[in-house]
């Protein structure tokens, strides 16, 4: 959607939860006329967070950088934080263009952090395209690490070293 966006002259941006997931989707951009018009960021970087220290001071106001953007992409929306959220939707609804938004969210996978449901409370509301189709895998150690970071996230150690267990 970006890549046909973009070539068809709109600016898109695609907003991520984490660093990893924008580098994922920056590697992934082809070599295409018009892809320059395609932006990747975390929310955070969107919303122009104020690192602490003496920018604790400023107040927060919605970036204004958006009104440049005419198509919004969401990736894992169901990791969002209610506060980010908040003021995401709260900088989108303040553009006088209003831009296409779209969020793709799976609310039965990884939750926020500190606080949820906003998310999906507002995306309730939207106008929404279901997907229904589950795979499954049966390979049993694929399964085990699934079940177990439903409970908790594993360590990055745990992660590089798989003789260890997960969790």
């Known amino acids: 959607m970006a890549v046909r966006s973009s070539k068809g002259g709109l600016r898109v941006l695609i907003v991520c939860p984490t660093g990893q997931l924008v580098h994922s989707f920056k590697s992934q951009l082809p070599d295409v006329e018009g892809i320059e018009n395609v932006q990747v960021d975390t929310i955070h970087g969107v919303l122009r967070y104020k690192r602490p220290g003496a920018d604790e001071k400023v107040q927060w106001a919605p970036p204004s950088a958006l009104r440049r953007i005419d198509v919004i992409l969401v990736d894992e929306a169901s990791q969002y934080d209610n506060l980010e959220w908040k003021r995401f939707a ?13 969020a793709v969210a799976d609310f039965q996978q990884l939750q926020p952090v500190v606080s949820g449901g906003l998310c999906q409370e507002m995306l309730h509301r939207w106008p929404r395209i279901d997907l229904d189709t589950v795979y499954r895998t049966s390979d049993p150690d694929q399964l085990l690490f699934l079940n177990r970071i439903r409970e908790r996230q594993p360590s990055r150690q745990a992660l590089i070293d798989r003789k260890k267990p997960l969790l």
Do not use: G, K
């Open 90 to 102: 709260q900088a989108v609804s303040e553009q006088p263009h209003l831009p296409y938004v779209v």
